[in-house]
């Protein structure tokens, strides 16, 4: 069962969670200015309160309403939006953006994605729309229809099916706070692309100003062992590249990223429910998307920071 992007809308106004097709995951997403709204979303998925969300709006104009782009946001927004990038800026706006969505900070994080169905509700419900990654807290985000009502489904009053994810890890977040460039979570634009626009970004800031890189992410039940040749007595061994592991289990038969990308937290879900004693992933390069798919890993892997 799936509602329609203007019943979605319809549920957002009514103050109620939606299941939200992205390009990169679902999400379970809220009305950003209604606080019980957005509480209920910290209570569906178990999320510590410290970790602020993503505001998705329709367009860059939206976008500058909310928060402060400045020359660096907008050369940015000029090249990724619509896409899979996430901007930190100053606030403007704390009404459409609640103090708890926010985690009670000065700044917000705000996407404009590229998905027809989110554009699509976007535009129906004019305003912006809080959506994190719509799994419980801990666990791999949902890259299909089935995995998100899985998830979350229990919160929602509307669930939207947009298929499954064309880029399959989430955004790539980058604050311009202070009129610097930092990279706070690698993700599906990649370092160069991002350098490509606003030159070389210092190493330093990252992870630090993104609480919600602190904790334990993206883990499937069954330990994850990373840099694996091959399987070990009962563990599945996610391969990449011709000639590791078995096909079924393969993140890219060709060793492509982006398909490695778009298959890894599907491959997880499908992987734990075999309940094997291990899941082992085979190396990936750390090159272009690479370094998402790393940081995913060494997360579910339990190498936090
Ligand atoms: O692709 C995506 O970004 C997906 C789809 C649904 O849009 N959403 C997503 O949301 O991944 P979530 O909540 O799982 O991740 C949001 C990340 C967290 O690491 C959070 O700490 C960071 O963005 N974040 C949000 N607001 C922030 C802020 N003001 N300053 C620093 N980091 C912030
Ligand atoms: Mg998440």
Not at 36 to 49: L, T
Not at 84 to 94: E, M, Q, R
Not at 146 to 172: K, N, R
Request: hydrophobic letters at 45%.
């Amino acid at each position: 069962m799936s509602q329609t992007p203007l019943q979605a809308a319809q549920a957002l106004a009514n103050g109620d969670l939606i299941l939200l097709p992205t390009e990169t995951v679902y999400g379970l997403g809220a009305d950003a200015s209604n606080a019980e709204a957005v509480a209920a979303i910290f209570a569906a998925k178990g999320r510590p309160k410290f970790n602020p969300l993503i505001s998705h709006v329709a367009d860059v104009d939206a976008a500058a309403k909310i928060g402060e782009l400045g020359p660096l946001g907008l050369a940015l927004a000029d090249v990724f939006w619509p896409g899979p990038f996430t901007l930190i800026t100053p606030i403007l706006d704390t009404r459409s953006v609640c103090d708890l969505a926010r985690a009670g900070l000065d700044s917000v994080a705000i996407r404009v994605p590229a998905h027809p169905v989110a554009r699509e509700v976007l535009a129906a419900f004019g305003g912006p729309v809080v959506a994190p990654s719509a799994n419980r807290s801990g666990r791999p985000s949902p890259t299909t229809f089935t995995d998100a009502v899985e998830e979350t489904g229990f919160a929602v009053s509307a669930a939207v099916d947009g298929g499954p994810c064309q880029v399959g890890l989430e955004s790539t977040v980058v604050s311009v706070l202070g009129g610097r460039v930092a990279l706070l979570r690698p993700g599906a634009i990649t370092r160069s692309e991002i350098e490509a626009v606003v030159g070389p970004i210092e190493e330093g800031a990252e992870g630090h100003r993104s609480p919600g890189r602190l904790t334990l992410h993206y883990a499937p039940d069954a330990p994850v062992r990373i840099e694996a040749d091959a399987a070990r007595d009962g563990e599945i061994l996610l391969g990449f590249g011709p000639e590791a592991g078995e096909p079924r289990w393969s993140l890219s038969p060709s060793g492509d990223l982006h398909e490695a990308a778009a298959n890894l937290f599907r491959l997880l879900r499908e992987a734990d429910r075999t309940r094997p004693t291990g899941i082992a992933v085979s190396p990936i390069p750390t090159t272009g998307l690479g370094e998402a798919i790393n940081d995913r890993l060494r997360r579910a892997a339990g190498f936090v920071g």
